[in-house]
């Protein structure tokens, strides 16, 4: 018999009250917050601690740590020649009231701000040669390191039937959307989430095994708005971009930006379609 997991209640950290969860962990870290610094996201709070180091605060479901688990920057900590936040400890808990455990990852600060102050860009970050190093070097190591883990992409477990189900009802005509390569990724490599000048990348929580290239088309997916900037994501992750894996993982980003929820005022929008265009006319049988 298969039981079946509470849902938990819809919350978003950005403007319910975080007061007294930043005191628990602050008691069970034995480390005092500087309040000012607070980043606050829909799923997590962030912010700086008096010994010079970093707290991400997480709010996990039990349906997703039934999908993948809820230590991932934990397991990333293994991960060898991948540019990231040394991980120092963590503290977790069950949530009272709810199906939902806390977790508390501390790690080493960074100096460095994220490249951009959300997902996307709408300006060239001009970054230099030896950030595009550090991202090649990074990808090519994270993929290379097998993991149990199953990536998450938006909180859904990154799967074969999460391709089509995304790519599909979008782009109908392509026959055949199998994905035949599969690697470990980040998952999550917004811009938001890769800092520079100095290339690292933060927030491990929904790494794991996803179809080869979902990184590279997240990131240049969300430079679309700056096509040199996006010319250059492609440039760069041609091998992974330009497999058929690649591909398809471009147009499921594409899909997400030109489907059901499209918005007019999408930067990305017009890119993203002329984009999803050239792809479908590559993933067409000869």
Same mark, same amino acid.
């Given at each position: ?74 397991? =990333? +900590?293994? #991960?060898? $020649?991948? *540019? ?5 400890? /963590?503290?977790?808990?069950?949530? %009272?009231?709810? !199906? ?115 990184? =590279? +088309?997240? #990131?240049? $997916?969300? *430079? ?5 900037? /996006?010319?250059?994501?492609?440039? %760069?992750?041609? !091998? ?47």
């Amino acid at each position: 018999m298969t039981l079946s997991v509470p849902s938990a209640r819809a919350v978003d950290l950005r403007v319910e009250s975080v007061d007294d969860l930043l005191d628990r962990v602050e008691r069970s870290l034995q480390v005092r917050f500087d309040r000012d610094t607070v980043i606050r996201k829909r799923r997590s709070v962030g912010v700086r601690t008096n010994r010079g180091t970093w707290v991400r605060v997480e709010r996990r479901t039990f349906k997703r740590i039934e999908a993948q688990g809820g230590n991932g920057p934990e397991a =990333a +900590a293994v #991960l060898r $020649g991948v *540019a990231m936040p040394r991980w120092c400890g /963590a503290v977790t808990w069950r949530d %009272e009231a709810e !199906p939902v455990m806390w977790r508390a990852d501390e790690t080493e600060l960074v100096d460095d701000p994220p490249v951009g102050e959300a997902a996307l860009v709408i300006e060239d970050p001009r970054l230099p040669d030896t950030w595009w190093d550090g991202l090649n070097a990074s990808l090519d190591a994270l993929a290379a390191q097998p993991t149990p883990r199953v990536a998450t992409s938006d909180t859904e477990s990154m799967t074969q039937d999460l391709v089509e189900a995304t790519i599909r009802p979008v782009f109908p005509g392509i026959p055949d959307l199998m994905v035949d390569e599969w690697a470990a990724a980040h998952a999550d490599l917004t811009w938001a989430n890769v800092m520079g000048p100095e290339f690292c990348i933060i927030d491990w929580e929904d790494w794991g095994m996803a179809p080869r290239g979902l990184d =590279a +088309a997240t #990131l240049w $997916g969300n *430079a679309l708005a700056v096509p040199a900037l /996006a010319d250059r994501v492609w440039a %760069e992750r041609r !091998p992974d971009l330009e497999s058929r894996s690649g591909r398809l993982m471009a147009l499921f980003f594409c899909a997400k930006v030109v489907g059901p929820y499209a918005h007019d005022a999408d930067p990305r929008l017009e890119p993203a379609r002329k984009a999803a265009a050239h792809l479908v006319a590559g993933l067409q049988p000869v």
